[in-house]
DNA sequence: GCTGGCCTTGACGTCAGGGTCAAGGTCTAC
DNA sequence: GTAGACCTTGACCCTGACGTCAAGGCCAGC
């Protein structure tokens, strides 16, 4: 099959394959006018490629999966190196995840201490809130 | 003050404050021969700015805060505008977290099964698991 | 007056993953 | 025999937040 066939039954562009050749990832034989062909090898080899891009990965930690893919084995992820990527993958999203949920807590704790602050300089509730609040009345803004 | 200690005094470099400038987010006096003159106002503002950065806050989105500051407040979160920030930031946080969650999920599946079938193709260990509950056996990784 | 350090503007490079054109070759159907 | 769909390579554009020159101005110390 030619490249337009390819990219629309892997939901595609041939920009995006031309992309992926360009990188070493996907190859093509050439038909006599100079057009790429391709086989149900690429299919798959694509399938796998996408289905990792989902994932996030980026399109260099596809590679031992494509190469996998290559030399003959059933599934992308049958070879170690494979493996080893999902491990490095597992660790990073779980890095990733702390991260975000770190910086969660802080944004949080910020935007809950300034929803009382300025709570403080413009009470709207009829209760007085006890003293140890004077500190906080910065709102008189300097002139400029 | 002079590009390069507001640079030293903030962490950053002169070029960031030359593109932060280029952006609308920082503005500075000009002395007789052209450099750039700063004040400690220009600190606090930008002080403001690494932080949000730091949280991962894009650029675009620390213009509320500047803008809070420049009025006139005593914080740059002292205005709604900062707070609507805030909010959105905790629910892209929020989604952010959860769709790497499941993606880690879905990743650590794919290892799972890869590693089962692995382990069936080429079994390593003494015992047969029997059928039903060898998706448990998996903790002492059998290759390598 | 000379060296070294700081400053200026402007322009290009980076990273990933492509999008979009341009100019042209090829093939099929009518 | 020609329109239109497909293919080719090559080249530039995009995002974000800067890094890295290049070429030159300004200033302090010796």
């Known amino acids: 099959m030619r490249i337009g066939e390819l990219a629309e039954r892997t939901g595609t562009t041939t920009r995006t394959l ?4 360009s990188r070493g990832l996907l190859s093509a034989r050439r038909t006599g006018n100079g057009y790429r062909a391709y086989g149900e090898d690429d299919v798959r080899l694509l399938r796998q490629i996408r289905l990792l891009q989902d994932f996030g990965f980026e399109l260099e930690q596809t590679r031992p999966f494509v190469e996998c893919l290559r030399a003959g084995h059933p599934a992308g992820d049958s070879c170690p190196a494979s493996l080893e ?9 779980d890095a ?3 991260g ?5 807590e802080q944004v949080g704790a910020q935007l809950a201490r300034a929803e009382l602050e300025a709570g403080e300089a413009e009470p709207r509730c009829e209760l007085s809130p006890g003293p140890g609040r004077a500190a906080d009345q910065l709102s008189g803004s300097p002139a400029e």
């Open 18 to 21: 031309r992309y992926y050749e």
């Open 85 to 93: 990527v999902y491990r490095a993958k597992l660790a990073e999203l």
């Open 96 to 98: 990733c995840i702390a």
């Open 100 to 104: 975000l949920q770190a910086v969660r």
